[in-house]
């Protein structure tokens, strides 16, 4: 299970997290949605299994539940997904990779957290990386 807001943060994942066990279990869930090997992901609006090591998880919610529901519900319109769909990994991230490069900020999509600044530098370094050359005139 993947959670809708989770689609920004596997994309802007460096290795930072909020302890080194949540670092290494999103370091996991990131290796399946890059994987080549098939894995099928289902998308929800409630704690997936990235949450499963946060600490913010608290009697099976985040502790900021409903800001991570207007969260979850804000990227879902963005990626015109919905809680419940599954898919493939590999056809996931091919479906979401050019509204990923369309954006400058992440909180353009995603509200604040505590790794808004970092996955801002993330994503403009990733846009740096994927811009097409700029042809000159001879």
């Not at 990779?97 to 994503?123: G, H, M, Q, S, Y």
């Not at 990733?126 to 700029?134: C, D, L, S, V």
Request: charged content about 30%; hydrophobic content about 35%; some cysteine.
């Amino acid at each position: 299970k993947l959670r809708l807001h989770h689609l920004m943060c596997c994309y802007t994942f460096t290795g930072v997290g909020y302890d080194n066990g949540f670092s290494a279990n999103m370091r996991h869930i990131t290796a399946l949605l890059y994987g080549e090997e098939p894995a099928e992901l289902t998308l929800v609006q409630e704690c997936d299994d990235i949450c499963a090591a946060c600490p913010h998880k608290v009697n099976g919610m985040c502790d900021t539940e409903e800001s991570i529901q207007k969260r979850d519900a804000e990227v879902a319109v963005y990626f015109g997904k919905e809680a419940g769909q599954t898919t493939e990994n590999r056809v996931l991230v091919q479906e979401l990779l050019p509204r990923w490069k369309r954006l400058k900020r992440i909180d353009e999509v995603c509200r604040t957290c505590a790794f808004t600044e970092l996955c801002n530098r993330v994503l403009a370094e990733k846009n740096r990386e994927t811009a097409a050359p700029i042809e000159r005139e001879n």
